[in-house]
């Protein structure tokens, strides 16, 4: 490789990316530039849909076959790499710069242990024995700090968590010492805890190994806290770099400032998430979701026009000696062989409170979204909602109770959460016509209507079917359902984890609304703490399907009292904080 | 070694659940063959001119005089005690002439299934590689026109072509030639018994004799096997781990055979099972066409002369082979997908 003196590691010039849709061209990468120097990591942040996963593949030329480069120049090392026939891409492929994508249970292949797959990455490079590889496979499951790592060279990947998975991800990436890493998103989806210790190895190896990193990722707690540089990009582009302390602490460009204030942080409230709201930047803000383009002026502005800024003063606490909405004892689920997801389990909300139910994955909180939603049966225990025990009431039969309607959820996926067959209208007007027998009619239309202007959908969507609606617009819908009944209770299970931080911040404060307006009560289960922290009075934390710790969210948060608890928080990434090296 | 005795768990506990199912066929098959029309003492009776008397004698000696209820009691007995009964039409034990015939049946279908697997897989993988290509499209034609040429027609066509225009194929009628004797009965597979007897010559001919009637089956059933390894194939080479292969510069041929087809095949195989089982049920018309001494051809025969015992002894054997079938690709899937012991 002839690399000249002061060259960097990859220098992308001008780079375009044009992707060959039913639509016609579509281009999704419009004039990126930027560098990466050997052993830097730099950070490339953005929404969905911003390119950033794109420029990523396109360095690499993993694109589908759809897409193509159209324009621009690749360089990697000194050479010009954008042109590369696929026997020198397969060459660099690993060796040069390998990859760590999201995902990474997927990411494997489901039906060859991960030690073969491992020594599969070296061979490919490297003329070696399956003996060899299986030893240099067992030198780097230890490398990337897997427990036991002689028992998990024969395991398959879906007998491991998805976190060790990203373990093996990274052994497989850093197997031929690449010079450069590129991870897509490579924590998304992991819990806190997990992102933590997986990010923390990545940023040793590559310390160790002296190698460049590009994090691609939507996350800017983890990008301020893990590089060196970030590039912010926005629809194909590139809108802002800079170092991550002044990129935060003073963004330049509108689109990183509305970024910046849409992510929770440690003291930010539900106001605060998009201050600039109104005066013209929430159209702007809502600009990837609209299909349609300008239509829809948010219904939401109108009422949080002048928010409340004391946190005290907007936490519309329930009055001391609001009766008991929801009362949950001894709560215990079992499944089949002895798995125990929901042990002993104890809480209450009052009416109107929000209550914040947080813990890792496989922790039991979604269970008992499910368990209270009386869509599945407890094991033990008792559910009073009102006073009165619903938990003995089949979940099969559930539906015909009159509490059903007290009772309603919004689902974590709002896409499969949706029947594809219905539209908007149908989907909202659904549980209208099954709990509260509404016929076809001017008052149906009235009151479907009414709750989709509430949950900020605009009229002229509700023809409009799921496919044809962004995420942040099919989690209004699936909002505009749960509240059409005009419940007492509304569990959300992960309301917001599929949607864009902007996307994000208008739909908390959206139910933050509804909350207040209707004297909802809310059970809020979530894994991300920051936003259980704005939304909730109360916090509930558990682990193995147990409470560990509950409390008022303003002092559980200030002062955890467990290990976990503390451990859980201080996983949490904040904006400007100290970065890793 | 846990992963293979849950499979063998499974495998065992699939067994037992499939019992009662051919149980149900067994009741199922006896009433039909009593409902169906046809007195079969008036077909065995020794002429047109056959007196009351001998019908009525003739009907005796079947048990056709008792109620419908004991008549099933009996069958049961005798099927438990491995009796099923006499074909009235050889004059052999049903037991015999289905162990006699079915080597024939399943030689056949196994080559053809073998050849239809080792047709369609490189079909399937080829198209999805080219996906949208000429080869694309010449494969899905080659589908088509496989499913819509039934198979007595292929047969005949084949045969045509084959024996009478270019007179390479043997004389289509049974298994070996007339000039050659049969090797010693070993397992009734003649290619696997001449083998045995080291007669290579009598290998050739059985195996020539065999082309035709294997090819004719694999045609039809090479269709749906190459479309499902099509479709399998373009799943998984679009998979991320088809991607994080290619992310680490595996070689192309390891990135399609061990990362890409390897996955693929699962589907595949469940897809082969129930070809299998189709094939040997429905082969009756390639054994008519080749004069082809396979319980197919015996069953009908029966059927058309009323004859019950055989109808009834070949279903059951049809639905026994069924249940191995599906134990048999459940234990290989077992092996096939780690996953599949984990519920």
Redesign the interface.
């Known amino acids: 490789m002839t690399m000249a003196e002061g060259e960097p590691l990859l220098a992308i010039e001008d780079l375009h990316v044009t992707f060959s849709t039913r639509r016609g061209l579509v281009e999704a990468v419009r004039g990126v530039s930027f560098s990466v120097a050997a052993g830097e990591t730099l950070g490339v942040v953005g929404e969905s849909g911003s390119g950033k996963s794109v420029t990523a593949f396109a360095v690499?030329r993993?694109l589908d076959a759809s897409g193509r480069i159209s324009g621009g120049r690749i360089r990697f090392g000194g050479e010009d790499i954008t042109k590369a026939s696929?026997k020198q891409?397969?060459?660099?492929?690993?060796?040069a710069i390998?990859?760590i994508?999201q995902?990474p249970r997927?990411?494997?292949?489901?039906?060859?242990t991960v030690g073969q797959q491992i020594a599969?990455?070296i061979m490919?490079?490297e003329p070696i024995s399956a003996g060899e590889g299986r030893a240099r496979a067992l030198d780097l499951l230890k490398a990337v700090l897997i427990r036991d790592p002689d028992k998990r060279l024969d395991a398959?990947p879906?007998?491991l968590s998805g976190g060790m998975c990203q373990r093996v991800?990274i052994a497989?990436?850093i197997?031929?010492a690449p010079k450069l890493l590129i991870a897509d998103e490579p924590t998304t989806g992991l819990d806190v805890t997990t992102q933590k210790t997986v990010m923390d190895l990545l940023a040793r190896i590559t310390a160790e190994r002296g190698m460049a990193m590009i994090l691609i990722t939507h996350d800017l707690g983890l990008a301020s806290r893990y590089c060196q540089r970030v590039c912010v990009m926005e629809q194909g582009q590139v809108v802002e770099e800079a170092q991550p302390l002044s990129l935060f602490s003073a963004p330049q460009h509108a689109y990183t400032r509305r970024l910046v204030a849409a992510s929770p942080t440690a003291t930010s409230t539900i106001a605060d998430l998009a201050p600039d709201a109104g005066d013209g930047a929430s159209r702007h803000c809502e600009r990837s979701e609209a299909i349609q383009g300008t239509s829809s002026e948010p219904v939401w502005i109108a009422s949080s026009a002048a928010p409340p800024r004391n946190d005290e003063e907007r936490r519309a606490k329930p009055m001391p000696g609001t009766p008991l909405l929801l009362e949950v004892q001894n709560l215990v689920k079992r499944y089949d062989r002895g798995v125990v997801a929901v042990n002993d389990v104890s809480f209450s909300i009052k009416a109107g409170e929000s209550l914040g139910l947080v813990g890792e994955s496989g922790c039991g909180k979604s269970t008992i979204s499910r368990l209270v939603c009386r869509l599945i049966d407890a094991s033990e225990g008792e559910i009073l909602f009102d006073g009165q025990a619903i938990g003995t009431l089949p979940a099969r039969d559930f539906h015909r109770s009159p509490l059903r309607k007290d009772i309603q959820i919004v689902f974590q996926d709002p896409t499969d959460s949706l029947n594809p067959r219905f539209n908007a209208f149908d989907c909202i007007a659904h549980p209208l016509r099954r709990l509260l027998s509404m016929k076809d009619g001017a008052a149906l239309t009235a009151r479907v209507s009414e709750c989709a202007e509430r949950a900020g959908l605009p009229s002229e969507l509700l023809e409009r079917f799921p496919h044809q609606l962004s995420g942040g617009q099919k989690a209004r819908v699936g909002i505009a359902r749960a509240i059409a009944c005009r419940p007492r209770l509304l569990i959300l299970d992960e309301p917001t984890a599929a949607l864009d931080v902007s996307v994000q911040a208008v739909i908390l404060q959206l139910l933050d609304r509804l909350r207040r307006e209707d004297d909802l009560a809310l059970l809020f289960v979530s894994h991300d703490l920051n936003v259980v922290r704005m939304m909730c009075e109360r916090t509930v934390v558990m682990q193995n399907g147990a409470i560990v710790e509950q409390g008022e969210s303003l002092a559980l948060f200030a002062a955890p009292q467990t290990d976990y608890a503390r451990t859980l928080l201080e996983a949490v990434l904040h904006l400007g904080g100290p970065t890793a090296r | 070694m846990s992963h293979l005795s849950t499979t063998a768990k499974r495998a065992g506990w699939r067994f037992a659940s499939s019992l009662p199912a051919l149980f149900g066929v067994l009741v199922f098959t006896f009433l039909l063959m009593r409902v169906l029309p046809g007195d079969p003492a008036v077909f065995f009776a020794s002429g047109p001119s056959a007196g009351k008397e001998e019908i009525e004698m003739i009907r005796k000696q079947m048990g056709l005089d008792k109620p419908v209820p004991e008549q099933l009691l009996r069958y049961l007995g005798d099927i438990g005690s491995g009796n099923l009964g006499r074909s009235l039409t050889t004059g052999q034990p049903v037991l015999a002439d289905l162990k006699s015939r079915l080597p024939a049946s399943l030689e056949l279908t196994f080559t053809a299934l073998l050849i239809a697997l080792l047709t369609a897989i490189p079909l399937g993988v080829a198209a999805a590689l080219r996906q949208g290509s000429g080869i694309d499209h010449l494969v899905r034609f080659i589908c088509a026109l496989g499913v819509c040429v039934p198979t007595f027609v292929s047969g005949l066509l084949l045969i045509y072509a084959f024996y009478y225009l270019l007179g390479i194929a043997p004389d289509p009628t049974g298994r070996v030639d007339i000039f050659t004797s049969p090797p010693p009965l070993v397992t009734g597979f003649l290619l696997i018994d001449f083998a045995v007897a080291g007669d290579w010559e009598g290998w050739g001919a059985a195996a020539s004799q065999l082309v035709l009637p294997a090819f004719t089956m694999a045609l039809f059933v090479v269709a749906p096997l190459a479309r499902i390894t099509r479709a399998a194939m373009l799943a998984s080479l679009g998979s991320d781990f088809v991607r994080t292969a290619r992310s680490l510069g595996l070689p192309p041929a390891k990135v399609v055979v061990t990362y890409a087809l390897r996955n693929a095949l699962l589907p595949v195989l469940t897809i082969a099972g129930i070809v299998f089982s189709t094939m040997l049920g429905a082969n009756v018309l390639v054994e008519k066409v080749f004069s082809w001494p396979g319980v197919a051809s015996y069953a009908l025969d029966a059927l058309l002369a009323s004859d019950y015992a055989p109808v009834q002894g070949f279903v059951l054997l049809m639905a026994s082979i069924f249940v191995v079938v599906n134990l048999t690709v459940d234990v290989l899937y077992g092996i096939a997908d780690p996953r599949v012991s984990v519920e």
Do not use: K, V, W
């Open positions: 690499t993993l696929s891409l397969q060459r660099l492929h690993g060796a390998s990859m994508f995902n997927g990411a494997l292949n489901p039906i060859r599969d990455a490919a490079h398959y879906h007998e991800m497989m990436a197997a031929c």
